[in-house]
């Protein structure tokens, strides 16, 4: 499933169930296909279908047949808007419309499952945008809007999904989605974010690392400097089966639900240090990445010094060796930022990857507002009047929506307001870009890597030079 955002991004899956005998309920309880949002979830399995006398598949009653086929068009949305010139033009003058409306400098494309025919549809709206936002931007005297681009990093995806020299060409940056390699779907424990293959891998896991996903995309003809590494700031946990806790240890499922995220096995950083405060951080050698075991729970997560061997300009150069543009993270809403859970001060996951990052280079610092994070409960809860503008170089508000004719709109009657607010921390910010991203929930992202007045030769942006926000 793709999306847009003003911006955002993950690559883990969230399942959900459609019933389809909650049709037949009364009053509040009716719960119609019509009423699923297709961008809340990756994928939608639609309950139930039975089998004959004769042992065939056929649907539960005649009235599931209809059903079958509005279902099915709920993960045509996206790929509607690019399958001919005619929808994407429509689509790109209703974007151009929303982020000069609201005030956004971008977008940000959330691409990351199709194949076939949408591979090579995809080019052609990078292309298309590129190309119209520069023509737009000279007929208006106005600095060009930018586009960018939030993308897989398992190899069998980019290979089906993306071609990226080309792609690369059209794209002022592109966030490469280095987590969720591995989670408690699966049989065993695995960090989700490891920078390094692990030596217990084997066939297709040697895929499932940061180091390779970021080499892979370069080598594909991605230039180094337009390519964000992505970095998590929370921990995927699992419930351990056995008395084994070391890396690849039996567990049955995800762990406890974080207690104000709410969703099991997903811990955002804050929560993980409560709940692994008294237990000893074991670190995982090859894969340069710690987890932790509490109990019976497994949680692998990112820490200050994993975070500096995956980022650190000057000393552990991992990001400077390979001359890669930057960095991205998901989301502002998850880093402790009141300072009152892990006693390192407001904000620390995000701080401290701005102090080893931006201020002594022209790195970027991607930082993703998930919108959603505004309807948790309690401390959970962050709004747009939490975010520190001083953070990062690139913010990214996440989500936006395509309507059933091809428009690029807002999630929801409150997001307008929202958008204000959050183009006018540019104002108090003469380093933030304000972006707008319009794709599947969990990532939001923003920067511009292209040469433009005030850029530093080479195609990096200056940071102090430009004051506008990006809408993805």
């Known amino acids: 499933m793709d999306k847009l955002t003003l911006t955002t991004a993950t690559s883990s899956r969230l399942v959900c169930y459609y019933n389809s005998l909650a049709e037949n309920r009364p009053d509040y309880g009716q719960f119609s296909v019509s009423d699923i949002d297709p961008y809340k979830c990756t994928h939608l399995i639609y309950a139930f279908s039975d089998i004959n006398n004769t042992n065939e598949l056929v649907p539960s009653c005649d009235t599931d047949i209809p059903r079958y086929q509005l279902f099915d068009e709920l993960k045509i949305r996206f790929r509607t808007m690019v399958a001919n010139q005619e929808n994407r033009t429509k689509f790109i003058k209703s974007a151009i419309k929303l982020l000069r409306d609201n005030g956004f400098d971008g977008l940000n494309l959330?691409?990351?499952?199709?194949?076939?025919?949408?591979?090579?549809?995809?080019?052609?709206?990078?292309?298309?945008?590129?190309?119209?936002?520069?023509?737009?931007?000279?007929?208006?005297?106005?600095?060009?809007?930018?586009?960018?681009?939030?993308?897989?990093?398992?190899?069998?995806?980019?290979?089906?999904?993306?071609?990226?020299?080309?792609?690369?060409?059209?794209?002022?940056?592109?966030?490469?989605?280095?987590?969720?390699?591995?989670?408690?779907?699966?049989?065993?424990?695995?960090?989700?974010?490891?920078?390094?293959?692990?030596?217990?891998?084997?066939?297709?896991?040697?895929?499932?690392?940061?180091?390779?996903?970021?080499?892979?995309?370069?080598?594909?003809?991605?230039?180094?400097?337009?390519?964000?590494?992505?970095?998590?700031?929370?921990?995927?946990?699992?419930?351990?089966?056995?008395?084994?806790?070391?890396?690849?240890?039996?567990?049955?499922?995800?762990?406890?639900?974080?207690?104000?995220?709410?969703?099991?096995?997903?811990?955002?950083?804050?929560?993980?240090?409560?709940?692994?405060?008294?237990?000893?951080?074991?670190?995982?050698?090859?894969?340069?990445?710690?987890?932790?075991?509490?109990?019976?729970?497994?949680?692998?997560?990112?820490?200050?010094?994993?975070?500096?061997?995956?980022?650190?300009?000057?000393?552990?150069?991992?990001?400077?060796?390979?001359?890669?543009?930057?960095?991205?993270?998901?989301?502002?809403?998850?880093?402790?930022?009141?300072?009152?859970?892990?006693?390192?001060?407001?904000?620390p996951f995000i701080s401290h990857l701005h102090d080893i990052l931006v201020p002594a280079t022209s790195s970027r610092l991607v930082c993703y507002y998930n919108s959603l994070a505004e309807n948790r409960p309690d401390y959970g809860q962050f709004s747009v009047s939490d975010i520190d503008p001083y953070k990062c170089t690139h913010l990214i508000y996440a989500f936006s929506d395509i309507n059933n004719t091809n428009e690029l709109v807002p999630s929801s009657d409150t997001d307008i307001s929202r958008y204000q607010l959050f183009n006018e921390l540019k104002i108090s910010s003469a380093q933030v870009y304000c972006i707008v991203h319009r794709g599947a929930p969990g990532l939001a992202r923003k920067y511009l890597n292209a040469p433009v007045a005030g850029a530093e030769e080479g195609g990096l942006w200056c940071g102090d030079c430009f004051s506008s926000c990006l809408s993805i």
């Open 110 to 347: 959330d691409w990351r499952y199709p194949g076939g025919q949408d591979k090579e549809r995809f080019t052609l709206l990078c292309k298309e945008l590129n190309e119209t936002f520069v023509d737009e931007g000279n007929a208006t005297n106005r600095d060009r809007l930018i586009v960018t681009a939030s993308v897989s990093a398992e190899k069998a995806t980019i290979d089906a999904s993306y071609e990226v020299s080309q792609i690369a060409m059209y794209l002022d940056f592109i966030n490469v989605l280095t987590f969720d390699f591995h989670g408690p779907w699966e049989s065993v424990t695995g960090h989700h974010s490891p920078l390094y293959n692990g030596s217990q891998d084997t066939g297709d896991e040697i895929y499932l690392n940061t180091d390779y996903a970021m080499r892979y995309w370069r080598d594909q003809g991605a230039p180094t400097q337009k390519l964000n590494l992505g970095l998590a700031a929370y921990g995927r946990a699992f419930n351990l089966s056995t008395k084994s806790s070391d890396i690849g240890a039996p567990a049955n499922g995800p762990g406890e639900e974080g207690c104000y995220t709410g969703e099991e096995g997903f811990w955002a950083s804050y929560e993980t240090c409560l709940y692994i405060e008294g237990n000893t951080t074991q670190l995982i050698v090859d894969q340069k990445v710690p987890y932790a075991v509490t109990d019976n729970q497994w949680v692998g997560f990112d820490n200050k010094d994993s975070l500096n061997t995956k980022v650190v300009i000057c000393s552990v150069t991992y990001l400077k060796t390979n001359n890669f543009g930057g960095a991205f993270v998901w989301s502002l809403d998850l880093d402790d930022t009141t300072g009152q859970f892990c006693e390192m001060g407001k904000c």
